[in-house]
């Protein structure tokens, strides 16, 4: 099985920046695209920010400016710095990766628990 841990959420002021981290773990052969969602409950999943093997990256309008997103291919981690934080990113943010588990194999997306974001004084 492949898993998903993120890590680095908590309590920020707006203004204020967090790292989010987010590891991949388990029958792993290779990882396409590694993405970043955000969930408010009542409201629908929003995709934040992309990332593909080759790095190229893709955001959210909402979130282009301010944040990045980078992957670690060696070590099966994507990671969203966010900088300048308003009260309207506070959400739970989940990480997902297109997984091919074994060689041959199309790649299914997993995804993680979530970790809690609040922007807030």
């Known amino acids: 099985q492949v898993r998903l841990v993120e890590s680095g959420g908590g309590l920020v002021q707006p203004g204020g920046s967090l790292r989010l981290s987010c590891a991949a773990s388990?029958?792993?052969?290779?990882?396409?695209?590694m993405r970043w969602y955000r969930r408010v409950p009542g409201k629908e999943f929003e995709l934040v920010a992309t990332?593909?093997?080759?790095?190229?990256?893709d955001y959210a309008d909402s979130a282009k400016g301010r944040f990045t997103i980078s992957r670690d291919n060696a070590k099966n981690t994507v990671h969203l710095q966010m900088n300048s934080l308003k009260p309207e990113d506070t959400a739970v943010y989940y990480c997902?990766?297109?997984?091919?588990?074994?060689?041959?194999?199309?790649?299914?997306?997993?995804w993680g628990q979530g970790t809690q974001v609040t922007v807030s004084s």
């Open positions: 997902s990766a297109e997984v091919q588990a074994h060689r041959g194999l199309v790649p299914d997306e997993f």
């Open positions: 388990g029958s792993i052969f290779s990882i396409y695209a």
């Open positions: 990332v593909t093997s080759d790095h190229r990256t």
